[in-house]
């Protein structure tokens, strides 16, 4: 409350920040265009798909009445997850007062602005009826006309809906304030940006929690039936995030100015390698306590690892998301190959390709074979589907490309704000 | 009712029911009616664009009204009759047919429920047909079906697996130091009466001799885990215990189908394909008024019968009599009856959800 006087507010440096940004996002050399070119070669698929989808409804995709989830929800699920793993740089920076890390904070907060972007243009890409969205709109929210009704405390999807909007609120409003006070040339103000930063803390991990409850509170659904997929969540979440992050403070190091400490990255591999041990004991419970008594609960998890009754579309994920995540944990064990940062990158992405693959093919889509009532149909994701997935990919990692770059002009000192320049343009 | 016209109800819907089986699907094409039906569904947003560029169609009008449309359950009476009138319209526009859409609500002191005789019935599917026709589901691409007839085969024992278990004796013994079988051979497959149905057989005649049939549909659960966990309160348990969906309110995020343990929900992937001819005019708003696409539907015990003191086409149709279904609260129901006298069970009832659909055997 005594902070909040503290903030000036000028909104000529709020105005010529946003001109600044935006200058900043659009431009840069011809690798940096080639690169926005090779997304938006996605982007324009992604428009395709979504009119597709749209004019035709769901037809268009490889579901059907047995398995109603597909990769959508599979990558959102998984995003939900990369998102909460901000938390990886957030946390050893404020908690631990960590001070190689606190300098690249913004970056990790960066990452979880864009994954939640993803995050809410895959569920609308699930949605039968995006256009009904309003729907969701709590009652009590000042919006004419547009009356929702929020089914509140019972649907955990309503619970989902609220922490992924509030934490992308929380990201963004951390990152661009930080930004902001950072460009104007001022220490951001403790008072208010601490105790923010904490509750994102806390708040990434409910995100993921929330989503893993999505799942896990459906007894029709025996494979996620159990207490332990939270925390399995979590855990991989927190190894494929921090890998991506490596990737990004990789390529952050090599093509611009920003100075990322090698301890930085470091203490990140070490929490991949230890999330990674962790899961991979985690898987190793799970499939003991399913197959030792193989009941027809287990049939998903047989079904997945082995194939069942002739189909075996997803025998080859579970065994390739296996093989990476046992591959990059037993490298990453070894301390001269986890500091070597040449190869560290392509680790990471073993890890992170191998997470992918065991939350989607290996989680989300075996939970609707069989079905309730035992029937094995197996599901292809469309031609559509994966225009639209690889699309929100793109928008993303857009996303995250553009306001890492402003970071890292923020961080670097390049992006100032020029008083007499801005009275200039006046 | 009266029993007369009862029985001619019966007969008429048997009739009818025969037909169905019989007809080949319909080859004629309906490209009108599919641009038509095109143009319903592309929604509110096409109705903003047909409003934005001053067409006054009244289509649009329509679908812009209906968008704006609120939770059934929130609207006024007032809501509730113009949201009647503007479908009445659309439909009997739509379908070339006077089309009513019923709003009668539960009765005080009805509680529905419903009982199967799995020791009558011999799977012919008459109730799926009925059920079809009676409710305007999606008759192709894709078809949908409410009632889904399960075939549960016998399985057998056999002399010959006798030896052949597994683990076969101790995996280093030697020949003839095998201290027997752990797991008998017939174990490795299905054998006596298993729960591995399916639900696409297609005999020359039923009852077949192998196997038995369990017909399943949305079991009205007391505790329905698919309300729980609909985010906007679309689906929900009316008062006479029926659980219903307001196909307007549906976002199509498909959580109810998730958490469904009876696989009783239908998701209309496309537009739904009901052919003029076929289409049912008398609805009811939560019952068998035509969907539109992106919306889950499923068995409502045909509201609209029932309210009005009808049997459900299921009932009616079945030609074995193994179909009952009545008011639980009243003692002298059919169904209170059953569940009086017979030895009744509940599907997967160690979910706790309390279905109100009961199986029984004389
Ligand atoms: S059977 Fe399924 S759809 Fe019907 S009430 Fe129960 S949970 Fe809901
Ligand atoms: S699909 Fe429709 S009825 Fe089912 S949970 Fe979602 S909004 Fe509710």
Known sequence: MFGIKKIDIDLKSIGSFAIDLFICSWKGSLRYYMWLAFLGFFIVFWIYGNYQQLSNGMIVTGLNDQVTWGIYLANFVFLVGVAAAA???????????YKPMKEVVLIGECLAIAAVIMCLLFVVNHMGRPDRSWHMFPSWLPIPYLKGIFNWPNSILTFDVVVLNVYLGLNAVCAFYYMYMKYIGKEVNKYIYIPLVFIAIVWAFSIHTVTAFLLNTMPARPMWFHSMLPIRFIITAF??????IIIAFTIIKKTTKLKIKDEAINLLAQIVVWCLGIALFLTLSEVVTELYAGTEHSFSLQYLMFGMHGLNNLVIFFWFSLFAMVTSFVLLLIPQVRKNLKILPYICALAFVGIWVEKGMGLLLPGFTPSPIGEFVEYTPSIIEIFNSLGNW??????FTMLAKCAVGILTGELRYKPTLAKGED | MSKDKENKDFEKNK???????AATPIKKTRRDFLKKATTVGTGAFVGAAALLTGSDEAEAKTTWAEWFQRNYRLMTDEEKREAVERLELRYTEEYGKKTTVDTTDAKEGVLFGYALNIQKCIGCRRCVHACVKENNQSRENTAIEWIRVIRMEKGHFLPEDMDKGSPQGLPFGKKGEEYGIQVGGNAGKPVGVVLEGQHYYEPESVPEKDAFYFPIQCMQCEKPPCVKVCPVRTTYREPDGVVVIDYNWCIGCRMCMGACPYWARRFNWGEPNLPKEDMNPKTHYLGNRPRMKGVVEKCTFCLQRT?????????????VGARKFGNLLDPNSE???ILDRKRVFRL???LNTYPKFFYFTD
């Open chain 1, 239 to 244: 190894a494929a995030g921090p890998a991506l």
């Open chain 2, 348 to 350: 997967r009832a160690d």
């Open chain 1, 394 to 399: 793109a928008i993303g990692f857009m996303v």
């Open chain 2, 15 to 21: 009739n009818e029911c025969a037909e169905a089986v």
């Open chain 2, 335 to 337: 169904v209170s009856k």
């Open chain 2, 307 to 319: 309210r009005k003191g009808r049997y459900t086409a299921c009932v009616e149709v079945c030609p």
């Open chain 1, 87 to 97: 938390v990886t740089v957030v946390f050893p920076a404020y908690v631990y007062k």
